[in-house]
């Protein structure tokens, strides 16, 4: 299986911060790399898709990057409605496998 | 707008069998570039992907549960259907259908909102 790996597993920033999350894959993954936000009690809602590629519906202020095996989601000015949990998942190879989360808390 | 609704028990005893369905609405299960998902959450912590079904009948399965799991397609109803046998109190989560884009580009695009099945006796 694929592994992987978020950091951090937390953060609390302000709003109006510029927050980066990064996710790392066991092994490359070329841009197979989702990323989902999963507000509290609810269902994950996809933000970015193949590493860089901005779901329709989703703010402007949300972006990924990276490619192989170093990957990262970037906030570009945090808002209050932002606090959730952040996971990445990998489409690589069977089983999907996502990361272990990134709770972003507001200051 | 494509919508997911999960059902089922939401307790099962241990030993027993988990069974839960997944109701598509505003798009057809037979419709081209598309899986249907299970995937499931126990309460705080992380998501694990436990398998897929296409439209055909074809599956995959995560290796860890694959012993244990049953996805079947239902297309008259369109509808999906997880079973997972000899279930424990590991298995206490929230279950999630979802809708997975399978083309160039694959992604999860569409979830249910998800139904909490504890294993107690």
């Known amino acids: 299986d694929i592994q992987m790996t978020q950091s951090p597993s937390s953060l609390s920033a302000s709003v109006g911060d510029r927050v980066t999350i990064t996710c790392r894959a066991s092994?490359?993954?070329?841009?197979?790399l989702n990323w989902y936000q999963q507000k509290p009690g609810k269902a994950p809602k996809l933000l970015i898709y193949?590493?860089?590629s901005l779901q329709s519906g989703v703010p402007s202020r949300f972006s990924g990057s990276g490619s192989g095996t170093d990957f990262t989601l970037t906030i570009s000015s945090l808002q209050s409605e932002d606090l959730a949990t952040y996971y990445c998942?990998?489409?690589?190879?069977?089983?999907?496998?996502f990361g272990g989360g990134t709770k972003v808390e507001i200051k | 707008q494509v919508q997911l609704q999960e059902s089922g028990p939401g307790l099962v005893k241990p030993s027993q069998t988990l069974s839960l369905t997944c109701s598509v609405s505003?798009?057809?299960?037979?419709?081209?570039?598309?899986?249907w998902s299970w995937i499931r959450q126990p309460a705080g912590k992380g998501l694990e992907w436990i398998g897929r079904?296409?439209?055909?009948?074809?599956?995959n399965y995560n290796p860890s549960l694959e012993r244990r799991v049953t996805i079947s397609v239902d297309t008259s109803k369109n509808q999906f259907s997880l079973n997972l046998s000899s279930v424990t109190a590991a298995d206490t989560a929230v279950y999630y259908c979802?809708?997975?884009?399978?083309?160039?580009?694959?992604?999860?695009?569409?979830w249910g909102q998800g139904t909490l099945v504890t294993v107690s006796s």
């Open positions: 092994q490359r993954i070329t841009m197979y």
């Open positions: 079904i296409y439209s055909s009948g074809s599956t």
């Open positions: 193949t590493a860089s």
């Open positions: 505003g798009d057809s299960i037979s419709s081209g570039s598309f899986y």
């Open positions: 998942q990998q489409s690589y190879d069977s089983p999907l496998t």
């Open positions: 979802a809708r997975h884009y399978y083309d160039v580009n694959n992604y999860f695009d569409y």
